[in-house]
């Protein structure tokens, strides 16, 4: 898939761990492990909210559209 | 892991099937007992016995395809049962279903061809009973059941598609 999923980036960026942001978000570990490893096969408006919200940042931080990948 | 209880109706329907497998198998066991005494009219001793034999083969195919569709129509409902519901093996296990069940239409009619063949001439019976005993019933629900094989593999298409939703 072209796009990919940034959120060990911007985790590092935040200095917060998975954990952290397990906890905040209200998403379990295993499916916060999908979307970073870019298993997931969409992603719900709500959860990007709330990523965004917990990190502070822009959807478009967090996802990127790479072609030909 | 954690257990769920049942559907009362999936219960039923596996014990009315078990039931129904099991009468089945009975009144198959039943076509050994056909042909067996002394030779009809016009058919020698040697033919009469080569029929039954061979009938007899193809009526133990036919009981041990009964007995593998209800094993395996066993295993699906104890998977349903355990809300495993979309899963390859049930895809896997409603094809075999179905296909075992296609065999068993077109056995148990052979069965039936090859009796009135060897033996209709000696006892004076008519080649119509032939389609007239052929089990249309069973052949639409393998149809059935391959349709349902079909449906699942959408459905476990879309489960995962679900899992994989964050």
């Given amino acids: ?69 | 892991m954690k257990s769920t209880k049942s559907p009362i109706s999936l219960l039923i329907i596996y014990w009315v099937a078990n039931f129904l497998l099991v009468g089945l198998i009975i009144l198959l066991t039943g076509i050994f007992t056909r042909g067996k005494g002394p030779a009809p009219q016009g058919l020698s001793e040697d033919s009469f016995a080569m029929a039954n034999s061979v009938v007899n083969i193809v009526a133990v195919l036919v009981i041990f395809l009964a007995f593998v569709s209800l094993l395996i129509f066993r295993k699906l409902i104890l998977n349903i049962k355990g809300n495993q519901t979309f899963v390859s093996g049930n895809i896997r296990r409603l094809r075999i279903l179905s296909f075992s069940l296609i065999a068993f239409c077109l056995l148990s009619a052979l069965q039936k061809w090859l009796f009135f063949i060897f033996l209709a001439p000696a006892l004076h019976l008519e080649m119509q009973e032939i389609w007239n005993s052929f089990n249309y019933f069973l052949l639409f629900l393998a149809l059935f059941f391959l349709a349902l094989g079909h449906v699942f593999s959408i459905g476990l298409k879309l489960q995962r598609e679900r899992d994989l939703t964050i």
């Avoid at chain 1, 911007?10 to 298993?39: D, F, Q």
């Fill in chain 1, 1 to 69: 898939m072209c796009i990919i999923v940034n959120l060990d980036v911007m985790l590092a960026r935040r200095k917060m761990s998975l954990t952290e942001l397990s906890e905040k978000v209200g998403i379990t570990m295993s499916n916060l492990s999908i979307l970073k490893t870019g298993k997931a096969k969409a992603m719900r408006f709500s959860t990007l909210d709330a990523i965004c919200n917990v990190l502070e940042c822009q959807p478009g931080e967090i996802l990127e559209f790479k072609s030909g990948k």
